[in-house]
């Protein structure tokens, strides 16, 4: 590998002048560092960043962890997230948890070695062993796409129980009674927790049955498992008249089954998902859904890391739970009037 040393041989000036002359410091006259430049172009030499960051105290980069690299709302986020903070000249390092609280834990603390200057990660629930790393870190910890109650750090998201409870009144609304939710088995510890309370509320509010809860699978809920699921629908449930999924994805599945099935949607059963994937806006008939923009929930937490670290006292300036709006899109496999 080409050293900084090779290169300060090759300009004939000192190593101190070479790092100066990549760091654009002043000292170093503009001939000087466009002669430098040259050779460092010319002999291809890569920066250790490693021995910049013991001198700076800084890593030049954030950590961000995602549960699942499939979901487009997921790969959506850490688009906007990139791109507005690599504006900064940050870099992001991303971590894979396969909706795993182990594998979470894990993660942070193999991110936490490489001394991040931040950490951003969506909310599913954390060990005991992770909030007490993350607490511990004195870096910025922003949770993403929902507001715990006892938040580590920042949150940037939106109450997923509020917004499922919004949904289930529009279906109430909208004349469906024996409305059934769709989720996975094995979520006490996640989002889809959240979204399953609020069903559970707004049915009890209206003074209705919220037992039709039909559990599958485990985290996250696939197209497979919702169509597994219309094909299968009756035998959970012979009264059903609407069935509200946990994500868009098990919606596409269960739309696709029941009119397989010769189930006429809406009237007969109608649809309902989370999230406003794609996948809801082209289906036949498309799907009713909440929508919320994951490209601004990686937007804002950016501007937020971008901030908190450009400024020393914006961790007691920053407020500390910023909120993303989210919206129901209600389309054609619900009624639109009662």
Not at 37 to 53: C, F, L, R, T, W
Not at 167 to 178: P, Q, V
Request: a neutral charge; glycine letters at 8%.
């Amino acid at each position: 590998m080409v050293t900084m040393e090779d290169v300060a041989k090759a300009a004939g000036v000192s190593r101190m002048t070479v790092s100066r002359a990549m760091r654009a410091d002043g000292s170093v006259s503009q001939s000087t560092r466009d002669r430098i430049m040259k050779i460092v172009d010319k002999m291809n030499y890569v920066p250790d960043q490693m021995a910049g960051s013991l001198s700076t105290k800084r890593s030049g980069f954030v950590a961000t962890l995602v549960p699942s690299l499939n979901n487009v709302h997921y790969a959506k986020m850490v688009q906007a997230l990139t791109e507005t903070i690599e504006s900064t000249g940050l870099q992001i390092l991303l971590g894979h948890t396969d909706y795993s609280m182990a594998r979470e834990e894990e993660l942070i603390e193999s991110m936490l070695k490489r001394r991040p200057e931040a950490i951003a990660l969506p909310f599913d629930g954390h060990t005991a062993r992770t909030v007490k790393l993350l607490k511990q870190a004195q870096i910025p910890v922003i949770e993403l796409w929902e507001t715990p109650v006892k938040p580590i750090g920042y949150t940037v998201g939106f109450s997923n129980e509020q917004a499922s409870y919004m949904m289930t009144e529009k279906l109430i609304e909208l004349g469906y009674k024996n409305i059934a939710f769709l989720c996975e088995t094995n979520d006490e510890w996640t989002r889809g927790a959240a979204r399953r309370a609020g069903f559970g509320s707004a049915m009890e509010a209206a003074g209705l049955s919220s037992h039709r809860m039909i559990r599958y699978g485990n985290p996250p809920m696939s197209i497979k498992d919702g169509y597994y699921i219309g094909k299968n629908l009756k035998e959970y449930y012979s009264d059903i008249d609407c069935v509200f999924c946990v994500s868009d994805s098990p919606a596409f599945g269960v739309l696709q089954a029941l009119q397989e099935n010769g189930v006429q949607v809406p009237n007969e059963v109608g649809v309902a998902g989370f999230g406003n994937f794609e996948v809801s806006s082209f289906s036949m008939p498309s799907i009713s859904t909440v929508t919320v923009d994951p490209a601004e929930v990686g937007r804002i937490a950016a501007e937020l890391v971008i901030r908190l670290l450009s400024d020393e006292d914006g961790l007691k300036k920053e407020p500390k739970k910023l909120k993303i709006e989210v919206s129901l899109s209600m389309r054609d496999s619900t009624r639109l009037t009662p």
